[in-house]
Nanobody
């Protein structure tokens, strides 16, 4: 069983930046960040697989960066040029499974963090 601990959420003005961090206990293969707004489906934001390949959703491409250089089982999400529509609860997720390509599908992930609120005004 893998536990995920997220940190770094908060409130920021439009155009600002925030960094989220996720630390996993135990073996991980793929890691990803998702977000969810009440009443909407969970949306994949950014992901990397065990080959360190990365994928971003079109809505954040060019603004968000995931980086796991600090530690194998830690994934940070640097969020720049934030917009009000980025407001959501952000979740870290991981999977033991090997993904030949990085994936943004929630069904490809087995373990989830509790979520951290990001509010952009």
């Amino acid at each position: 069983h893998v536990q995920l601990v997220e940190s770094g959420g908060g409130s920021v003005q439009a155009g600002g930046s925030l960094t989220l961090s996720c630390s996993a206990s135990g073996f991980t293969s793929s890691m990803a960040w998702f977000r969810q707004v009440p009443g909407k489906e969970r949306e994949g934001v950014a992901s990397r697989n065990s080959l360190r390949e990365r994928v971003y959703s079109d809505s954040v491409k060019g603004r968000f960066i995931i980086d796991n250089r600090t530690a194998k089982d830690t994934l940070t999400l640097q969020m720049n040029s934030l917009k009000p529509e980025d407001t959501a609860i952000y979740y870290c997720a991981t999977s033991h499974r090997f993904h030949s390509s990085p994936t943004l599908s929630p069904t490809d992930f087995d373990y989830w963090g509790q979520g951290t609120q990001v509010t952009v005004s």
